[in-house]
C-alpha cells in the first residue's frame, strides 16, 4: 500500500515529466485506436457494400461506365443521370441463366428544398426488384404509394416528414439503415412516382436527359441474378452480346476495385502506426532511461532506508503502468473526439464504403489499444527499472560527493 | 492574485478557432447560387459567441480579481454551452449529413465549445478558489 502511494507521490512531485510521459504514450494510444477505427470502419463499409450488392450482374449504359459514375454513386454517392433503351431489359431476361432482372431508374440535379443540394433519386420497380426492397423491408413493410419516399441515412428528414421535390411533397414513409456508400445519400421511390417528379421538373423548365413521356422506355440500371448452376462470366458475356450500348459489369470485378483501394489504405494506415509505435518506443525507452540516470541518487537512499530491490523496481514499473494508463486513457479519448464526430468527413475524403463498427467492436478496440499502451510502457521502463534495482547505494551517493 | 490563467489562455486561443473557423474552414455550406441557408446563421451566431467567448476570456486573463476572473469564466462557459446547441440543435442545418455544415461545421464546433467549455470552468473554479484561500 506504501509503496504504491510513494509511486503516485513520485508522479505527482514531477508534473512536468509525468505530463511529457503521459502524453508519449497518448499518442501511441491515438495512434492505434484511431487507426483500427478507420481500418474498422472501411472493412465493416465492404462488407456492407458486399451484402447489400446482392446482384451477380450490373448492366448499365457504356457512357455510365466508360465515366465510372455508377462506381462513383454507389461508393460515394455522386449523382448519376445516365440512360439506356428499356427494351434492354426484356433483351435480357431472355438470356439463358438470368434467373431476376429489376430495373431502376436514377434521377439527378433534382433540387429539392430540404438541403438545398441536388439529390439523387432512385425509382425502382417494387415488383421486380430483388435490390432495394429487402433493404427498404427493414425499415418499411408496406407498398410504396404514389409520391412516398424512402430515404437513406444521411437525408436529414425524419419519418412523416414532407420533402419538397420540384414542388412536388413527397412524404418521407421510412429511413434506410446506414450501408456506409453512397445509397445513404438518396431518395427511392416507385417508378410512378418517378414520373410524377419528372413532369414537375419539365412544367418547371428544368429538362433531364430523359423526359417524361419515355421514362416507361428508358431505365439507367438492370440488376440480374444469375440462376444457380449458371457462370456468371459466360451470362455477363451473353448479356453484353444480347445489349446495345451497354455494359454489363460483374459485381465481383467492382468488389475487387474496392477491396484493392481498401487493402492499400489499410497498409497504409497500418504502417503509419507501425512506424509511430517503432518512433514513440524508442522515445520512451530513451525517456526511461534518462529518468533513470536522474533518479539514480533518490533509489540509492531508497535502498539504504531498505527497500528491497524488487520494491524498487516494482514501484518503477508501477509509475510507468499508471503513465501509461492515463496516457492510454487520453489517446483513445482524443481519437474518439477526432475520429467519431467527423465520420461522414473521412468516408467523404477517402471515397470508399465506410461504416462504424458496432459499439462491442468499440469497445474491444479501445480496451486492446490501452492494453498495449500500458503493455509498451512498462516495456520500455523494464531496462530502465532493471538497471536501478542493480544500483549500489555507496557507489552512487560517493560519486555525488 | 496571480495574473496568469492557463484556462483563460487556452479559452481565449479556442475562440480565436471558434471566431476564425466559423467565418472560414470550419464555417457553413457555401451556396453556389449565392444564397443562403440556415447554415448561415447558425454560423453567423457561431461568430458572435466566438467573439464574445474571445472578449470574456482575454478580460479575464487581465483582470487581477479572482471572483472578477471567475465570473468571467463561468460567463464564458455558459456561452460555450451555449454554441454547442447553435448548429442544430437551436438553428437548423442542412437536410444531407454529408454536407459542409453538418460533416464540419458542427462536429468541429460542438468539440471546439466543449473544450472552451471545459477551460472555462476548471479556469473558473481555480481562480475562485484561490481567491477564498486568499482572503
Known amino acids: ?401 | 492574485m496571480k495574473r496568469f490563467s492557463p484556462g483563460a489562455a487556452a479559452a481565449l486561443a479556442l475562440s480565436a478557432v471558434i471566431t476564425v473557423g466559423s467565418v472560414s474552414l470550419l464555417g457553413p455550406c457555401v451556396h453556389e447560387d449565392g444564397s443562403f441557408g440556415s447554415c448561415h446563421w447558425a454560423g453567423q451566431a457561431l461568430l458572435g459567441i466566438g467573439l464574445l467567448l474571445a472578449v470574456l476570456s482575454l478580460a479575464a486573463l487581465l483582470v487581477k480579481d479572482g471572483r472578477l476572473r471567475a465570473g468571467m469564466l463561468f460567463a464564458a462557459a455558459a456561452a460555450a454551452i451555449l454554441g454547442i446547441f447553435v448548429p442544430g440543435t437551436l438553428i437548423h442545418l442542412c437536410g444531407m449529413a454529408t454536407m459542409r455544415c453538418r460533416a464540419v461545421m458542427r462536429p468541429a464546433m460542438t468539440l471546439l465549445c466543449a473544450l472552451t467549455a471545459l477551460s472555462c470552468l476548471t479556469g473558473g473554479i481555480a481562480a475562485y478558489r484561490k481567491a477564498g484561500s486568499e482572503k
Request: glycine share 8%; proline share 2%; with cysteine.
Open chain 1, 1 to 401: 500500500m506504501k509503496r504504491r502511494s510513494l509511486a503516485v507521490k513520485n508522479l505527482l512531485r514531477k508534473p512536468g515529466r509525468t505530463s511529457a510521459l503521459v502524453i508519449l504514450t497518448a499518442l501511441l494510444a491515438l495512434s492505434v485506436f484511431g487507426g483500427s477505427v478507420v481500418v474498422g470502419s472501411l472493412r465493416q463499409g465492404f462488407r456492407s457494400l458486399e451484402s447489400r450488392l446482392g446482384a451477380d450482374i450490373i448492366v448499365v449504359p457504356s457512357s455510365a461506365q466508360s465515366k465510372v459514375s455508377f462506381q462513383n454513386m454507389l461508393l460515394q454517392g455522386t449523382n448519376g443521370a445516365f440512360y439506356m433503351d428499356g427494351k434492354n431489359l426484356d433483351r435480357v431476361r431472355e438470356v439463358a441463366g438470368v434467373e431476376l432482372a429489376a430495373p431502376q431508374v436514377f434521377l439527378a440535379s433534382l433540387k429539392a428544398d430540404c438541403c438545398s443540394v441536388k439529390i439523387q433519386v432512385i425509382g425502382f420497380d417494387p415488383e421486380t426488384d430483388f435490390f432495394v426492397r429487402p433493404w427498404i423491408e427493414q425499415s418499411y413493410t408496406r407498398q410504396l404509394g404514389d409520391l412516398d419516399v424512402v430515404v437513406g441515412s444521411k437525408v436529414e428528414s425524419g419519418v412523416g416528414e414532407i420533402i419538397r421535390i420540384y414542388d412536388e411533397r413527397c412524404k418521407v414513409v421510412g429511413r434506410l439503415a446506414a450501408t456506409g456508400t453512397g445509397l445513404d445519400t438518396a431518395v427511392y421511390c416507385n417508378l410512378s412516382t418517378m414520373k410524377m417528379l419528372l413532369t414537375a421538373a419539365e412544367e418547371k423548365g428544368v429538362s433531364h436527359k430523359v423526359s417524361s413521356d419515355e421514362s416507361d422506355d428508358r431505365i439507367s440500371a438492370i440488376y440480374v441474378k444469375v440462376k444457380d448452376g449458371y457462370d456468371i462470366g459466360a451470362v455477363n458475356s451473353e448479356i453484353q452480346g444480347h445489349t446495345r450500348k451497354c455494359s454489363a459489369v460483374r459485381t465481383k470485378s467492382m468488389l475487387t476495385d474496392v477491396s484493392d483501394s481498401l487493402s492499400a489504405i489499410s497498409g497504409t494506415v497500418a504502417t503509419l502506426i507501425g512506424a509511430i509505435w517503432l518512433l514513440s518506443l524508442v522515445i520512451l525507452v530513451v525517456a526511461f532511461v534518462m529518468i533513470a540516470n536522474e533518479r539514480k541518487r533518490e533509489f540509492a537512499v531508497l535502498r539504504l532506508l531498505g527497500t528491497s530491490r524488487a520494491m524498487l523496481g516494482g514501484m518503477i514499473l508501477k509509475e510507468s503502468a499508471l503513465c501509461s494508463l492515463a496516457g492510454g486513457a487520453l489517446g483513445v479519448l482524443t481519437a474518439s473526439m477526432l475520429v467519431f464526430p467527423f465520420t461522414t468527413l473521412i468516408e467523404t475524403r477517402l471515397g470508399l464504403p465506410y461504416l462504424r463498427p458496432s459499439a462491442g467492436t468499440i469497445t474491444a478496440l479501445a480496451l486492446a489499444a490501452l492494453a498495449a499502451t500500458v503493455m509498451v510502457g512498462s516495456l520500455a521502463s523494464s531496462w530502465a527499472s532493471f538497471r536501478l534495482s542493480r544500483v549500489d547505494p555507496g557507489t552512487v551517493l560517493r560519486e555525488g560527493n
